[in-house]
């Protein structure tokens, strides 16, 4: 099973809808991309639909419960800042850039999630200073390629401003274009965050969202001309992805102020939870709910509470599992649109979110983490270059499938997966 390609360029759109791409199809270099694709636009995504989970099954082709990522940040009850999913030590079993390293092929990653220490030769993690004591550059040096990094942030750091955006996928992209054109890896996995944070800052359909995928259509046009300049073009195989779509809101639910009327879950000083037999994690769209022992009395007592018109669908744990989210819950529970989950145990069970909340980051406009099942919320999926078909569109597929087809397009092989190879689109 050799390699269809010598170059494959993995672009993440974070929150690249399908419902974008109509727009998409307007912009010039989105539909260069387009003229000689495959494509689908009917990518369902993973439960929980969030994005490290999402990036673990696009390198994996698993599902959550089976890669191990169910979240984007780690059960601690009573951290203010919980510790995300950093870690390449945290996804089990392989991944697409530990096949392409094992096989001798020359690996790059910028702000790809859950790379944190991982073995890529050119590795910019997704890692952010969570604590007081922190400093961003050491932490991203210590976890990534540090050479590589200090060389990028010489060239290109004066473009970014901390965490912010456009900035960040400002330096990103130049980074990107010169990691092509220095280095010309066999694997490239970037990832934008830019329309994820104008959405989740101003909602789906906003100006400023669609401001950012016109930004995203310039990136992509960079990349483009970047392969080209380097001379690897016609070798080359770039895989434009989103990972999840979104949904407005207006409103939050706040299960653990329920628990901490009811005797479940006890707070301190500053409100912080300081014990609890049961516990909201939330995932924005939907929420764990994890109870100490699984407790039958205290299941059946939370199912009551949150049996209401706001709660979509409350899910057991052996459901949850069998969707792919984690095992270890004892629920799951799926938010009905116009709602998210937030963890707080302040105030009342429903906020209205004002326009205050949304200026001091206290709350979202638009979140993601749903089901996949949810109407109008599937993700997409563009394939453009050496090894991939022309003008073949499926008609849908599923995030898992990503992986398996990625590394069959570097004649890799990602082992017991949940997905499938679409070989639909490939040249064999």
């Given at each position: ?7 494959l ?6 929150c690249?809808?399908g ?21 689908c636009?009917n ?7 969030v994005t ?18 169910i ?34 092929m020359?690996?790059a ?10 073995n890529?030769?050119?590795n ?21 390629s ?6 990028m942030?010489k060239?290109f ?10 900035e ?5 992209l ?7 054109r220095?280095?010309k ?6 990832h ?22 016109k ?10 001309d970047a ?20 949904i407005?809101e ?13 005797g ?15 516990y ?44 792919g ?5 004892s ?19 429903i ?10 980051k206290?709350y ?11 109407k ?12 991939i078909?022309s003008?073949?569109v499926?008609?849908?597929m ?14 890799l ?16």
């Amino acid at each position: 099973m050799g390699p269809l390609t010598d170059h494959l360029i993995v672009i993440s759109f974070d929150c690249l809808s399908g419902l974008d791409f109509p727009t998409l199809e307007t912009l010039p270099n989105f539909r260069k991309l387009l003229i000689n694709s495959s494509y689908c636009k009917n990518v369902k995504t993973i439960y929980p639909s969030v994005t490290y989970p999402c990036h673990a099954t696009i390198v994996t082709g698993k599902l959550p419960k089976n890669h191990g990522i169910i979240n984007n940040t780690l059960l601690q009850p009573g951290k203010v800042s919980p510790d995300w999913y950093w870690y390449r030590r945290d996804i089990q079993g392989t991944t697409l850039y530990d096949e392409a390293k094992q096989q001798g092929m020359s690996t790059a990653a910028l702000l790809w999630p859950v790379t944190a220490k991982a073995n890529i030769d050119y590795n910019m993690p997704e890692i952010f200073a969570n604590r007081r004591w922190h400093h961003q550059i050491p932490v991203s040096l210590v976890n990534g390629s540090s050479l590589y990094q200090l060389e990028m942030n010489k060239k290109f750091g004066h473009i970014r401003k901390g965490l912010s955006q456009p900035e960040l996928d400002d330096f990103v992209l130049e980074a990107a274009v010169e990691t092509i054109r220095m280095k010309k890896p066999n694997l490239l996995l970037v990832h934008f965050t830019d329309l994820d944070t104008k959405r989740h800052e101003t909602g789906f359909s906003s100006q400023e969202a669609i401001a950012a995928i016109k930004r995203h259509d310039n990136r992509l046009g960079r990349i483009m001309d970047a392969v080209k300049l380097a001379g690897i073009e016609q070798k080359s195989t770039i895989i434009a992805i989103g990972d999840h779509s979104a949904i407005d809101e207006s409103k939050v639910l706040k299960p653990n102020v329920l628990f901490h009327e009811h005797g479940l879950l006890n707070v301190g000083k500053n409100n912080k939870v300081i014990d609890w037999k049961a516990y909201c994690k939330s995932c924005d769209g939907s929420a764990y709910i994890y109870i100490k022992n699984h407790d039958p009395r205290t299941i059946k007592m939370v199912r009551q509470l949150l049996t209401r018109s706001e709660i979509e669908a409350i899910w057991s744990s052996e459901e949850a599992s069998r969707f792919g989210a984690d095992p270890n819950c004892s629920l799951m529970i799926e938010a009905a649109r116009d709602y998210y989950f937030h963890e707080s145990v302040e105030g009342t069970f429903i906020d209205e979110i004002t326009q205050k909340d949304v200026a001091s980051k206290k709350y979202t406009k638009a979140c993601h983490g749903y089901s996949p099942e949810k109407k109008d919320y599937d993700t997409l999926f563009i394939a453009s270059g050496k090894g991939i078909q022309s003008g073949h569109v499926l008609p849908s597929m599923h995030l898992i499938d990503e992986g398996p087809t990625l590394a069959r397009l570097l004649g890799l092989d990602l082992g017991k997966v949940d997905g499938r190879v679409v070989e639909e689109i490939l040249i064999l």
